[in-house]
């Protein structure tokens, strides 16, 4: 474990490098990320190219034994490209391109522009790809940010259009996987399909969608893989001149889902995944299991420790900025990352910015360049990482828990939602936030992995499941998993059309139950109780009739009242559970102790609220992370004789954490 920094040295001028690469080695800092918005350095003109600079960086970082993580330039093309060749820039589903003066205003798919970047990252990669200051590369720079995955230019259209002749091969075929007899959509020939654009599409209320549900989501899996292809490529020119291992910025859950790249597909050209971690900031705070569920789908994506590559180090914002980090806070998050997962942490930004659009965004100096009580603290913490370094490799939480991410389902329900209220990544964090209340780590895996390793699977709204993942959940069940199905799965086919068979369709047979009435409640409250204690539904109630399940649970109020709304299925060796209806997030914590009873699964016997607990373990040792997220201390139990490796003390069935607090225990 180790931590590092986001650093712009080409915004400084080189007499400052020196303090600066002073300052890093003294707090402990290994690796620093650079060059990914620095187009109109490397080519300043068209096909005029400057690498003076990178080289000269670069040969100090070595006098100062930092490594680098060095970046395609790929977010930002400079003017004068845009100016040349204005067919690169992205148009919104409005038709308005994107202008230069921000950042990604490309379309993934522009050939000029895939051209250009093949010239420069072969250029880099073939430059400084055996350059023993670099230790990995980075793909452009947050692939997708500012709802740029979706682009609705003349290309796109071009090139969606043979994405579907791939996929159908004929046009009848399309016509009849989308349904086009709907509303007379029949299409003569490919070439009559038009992008889903406002304006050709969009009912008066943008919300609805109006445009084919088969159509949309299609061109949401054509986007999000033009976006895998366009890393690809990034990958194969650098891949050709280096053996350094390659990642790319992945974004957080709740920006990822209305973005839309399938990140399980992206991270197979990578070899480790990273992502953005900013907590509190202009745009809000993220609670703290919110972060950790993001640290898990990072880890997820790829099953392997990944990085944290940009980690918020002061007040952030744009124009307005948020609170600074309370004393404590920046240990205490890069603690949690490590704690989910992460091997380095690299804090965002070196030094604040003293123009440009982010000149409020702290980094760990300020705009002075002073060294402050943040640099004293990630100090502090490098210096821990080194010693803990000594006993412990990478770290990786021990999940008995699985969680089925499904991009399919999430983009499904992103384009028709059911019901008001109801959202695909926010149901998903409730059964995490739980899990993560009772110190239960849990993985992001697809429904058609391997899953016989958990002993609980949570599949939440899997709306469409492929042959695929069916066979691989129901093998799972059947061989003796643990099975969590919910209301709003198997109800629809890939095309995203309704199934005809009974709900909950190709789930009915396992979970033992058929739904031939619901209730999407649109702010209606229903009464229930169960195995999770009593609660009330505020989203969906799916009526259950049981066809070989048991309920244990049922609705206490509305018309279905004393009908099931949750059940338990013998299924082979194992138990699938459907459960009909949302819960209140306390009685969340309740089912979830209810599994844990059953399952073993090594919860802790109460919520302490605020305190993050995980075990995790380097395939050698075991330790478990305390951490305390309160602004008060708290005291946790811990029922054996362990040893805080930071303060080096005994610890005996109780720890005292202070504020903010941290707690590494070992056995
Ligand atoms: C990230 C981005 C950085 C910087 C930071 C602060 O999203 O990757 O380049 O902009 O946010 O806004």
Known sequence: MRIGVDYYPEQWSEKRWKTDLELMNKANIKVVRIGEFSWSLYE?????????????????????????????????????????????????????????????????????????????????????????????????????WANTTRCYCDECQDKFRKWLIHKFKTISNLNKKYGTLTWSQVYNSFDEVMIPKAGTCYETDNETQGQNPGLLLDYYRFCSDSVCSFTQEACEDIRKYSAFPITTNMLDASINSGTGIDYFKLAKSLDFTSWDNYIEFQWGVAEDSAVSRDHAL???????????????????????????????????????????????????????????????????????????????????????????????????????????????????????????????????LSFYRALYKLGIPADFVRADQNLSKYKFVIAPALVMAQNSELDSLASYARNGGCLLLTFRSGIKDENNSMLPQTAPGVFSEMAGVTINDYDPLMGKETDVSG?????????????????????????????????????????????????????????????????DKMLNL??????????????????????????????????????????????????????????????VLKE
């Open 298 to 428: 990072v880890r997820g994506y790829k099953k392997q420790p990944f990085w944290v590559m940009e980690q918020q180090a002061g007040p952030c914002g744009w124009s307005k900025m948020g609170p600074t980090p309370t004393p404590g806070k920046l240990r205490l998050w890069t603690y949690s990352a490590v704690a989910n997962g992460a091997d380095t942490v690299v804090y965002f930004r070196w030094r604040s910015a003293l123009s440009g659009l982010e000149e409020y965004w702290h980094g760990v100096l300020n705009h002075d360049g002073l060294p402050g009580r943040r640099y004293e603290e990630i100090s502090k913490t490098g210096e821990e990482f080194e010693k803990l370094s000594l006993h412990l490799g990478k770290l990786m939480p021990k999940a008995e828990v699985a969680i089925i991410k499904s991009f399919d389902s999430e983009w499904s329900q992103s384009i028709h939602s059911h019901v008001e209220g109801f959202n695909y990544d926010k149901y998903e």
């Open 602 to 663: 090594n919860g802790l016997p109460y919520e302490i609220k605020g305190v993050e607990s995980v075990e995790t373990s380097d395939g050698k040792s075991q330790v478990r992370f305390i951490m305390n997220h309160n602004e008060y201390p708290v005291v946790v139990p811990i029922y054996r004789r362990m040893n805080d490796m930071l303060t080096k003390m005994p610890v005996d069935s109780c720890i005292s954490i202070e504020p903010y607090g941290v707690a």
């Open 44 to 144: 300043p003109q068209e096909g005029e190219f400057d690498f003076a600079w990178m080289d000269k960086i670069l040969d100090t970082l070595r006098k100062y034994n930092i490594s680098a993580v060095l970046c395609t330039p790929s977010a930002t093309p400079p003017k004068w490209m845009v100016d040349k060749y204005p067919q690169i820039l992205q148009e919104d589903v409005y038709g308005r391109q994107k202008l230069s003066g921000t950042r990604k205003h490309y379309c993934f798919n522009s050939s000029v522009y895939r051209d250009k970047c093949h010239m420069l990252n072969s250029k880099i990669a073939e430059r400084y790809g055996k350059n023993p200051v670099i230790e990995g590369w980075q793909i452009d720079n947050e692939l997708g």
């Open 531 to 595: 195995v999770f204690g009593k609660s009330i539904a505020h989203i969906w109630c799916d009526i259950i009739n049981t066809t070989s399940a048991n309920s244990i649970g049922v609705y206490t109020s509305d018309f279905y009242f004393g009908k099931p709304c949750m059940t338990e299925n013998k299924y082979g060796d194992g138990r699938v559970f459907y459960m009909g209806c949302d819960i209140e997030d306390d009685s969340m914590v309740t089912l979830i102790k209810y599994f």
